[in-house]
């Protein structure tokens, strides 16, 4: 197995990042799901939600290197060649798979900081990037919650959409970015 991309399989880093992803964003959705087992206000809950910020911060510093690194490398073909329509549809999700790992952490960062909370990263205060506004914040929280909510399904589409692939399409897509071969 290669580091970097080759024209057939995803290189070391690539799955690496991939897969680093995917676990991240299931600590994310899986702290903010836990956070409701704690009453309003309880230390275990403002640790899991500052556990929650962290972690949505990290995707988002991550998601910036992933995407240098994509335009950097190879994307490796797809054999069978997939049709035209399939292609569009397959950039349109990765297109929008990366904007959610944007969107959300500044969605996030805007809704703590708008309602006056402090926004820790590894220790450090992270500057807000908007006034206190409570209303504001609550109207940024319902954009982030639907966003997020919509986002289990973004991920179970791409998961179904490699498994489709591999098993209807009889095609490399899922394997391209398996760590081993079948």
């Known amino acids: 197995m290669y580091w970097q991309n080759t024209e057939n399989h995803y290189g070391k880093v690539s799955m690496a990042f991939h897969w680093l992803m995917l676990l991240l964003l299931v600590a994310v959705f899986a702290t903010i799901e836990l956070r409701v087992m704690y009453p309003k206000g309880s230390e275990p ?91 504001l914040a609550h109207q940024f929280e319902d954009i982030h919650q639907t966003i997020g909510e919509l986002g289990y399904y973004l991920i179970g589409l791409h998961a179904i959409a490699a498994l489709f692939h591999h098993y209807v399409q009889k095609d490399n897509t899922l394997t391209r970015m398996l760590p081993f071969k079948k």
């Open 45 to 135: 809950r403002e640790a899991i939600k500052a556990l929650h910020f962290l972690l949505g911060m990290i995707v988002f510093i991550l998601v910036w290197i992933r995407l240098a690194l994509r335009v950097r490398q190879t994307i490796p073909k797809v054999s069978p060649a997939m049709s035209s329509k399939q292609e569009l549809l397959a950039k349109a999700m990765h297109i929008t798979l990366y904007a959610f790992m944007i969107i959300m952490p500044i969605l996030g960062w805007i809704t703590v900081t708008t309602a006056g909370k402090e926004l820790l990263f590894l220790g450090l205060e992270v500057p807000g990037i908007m006034t206190t506004d409570k209303d």
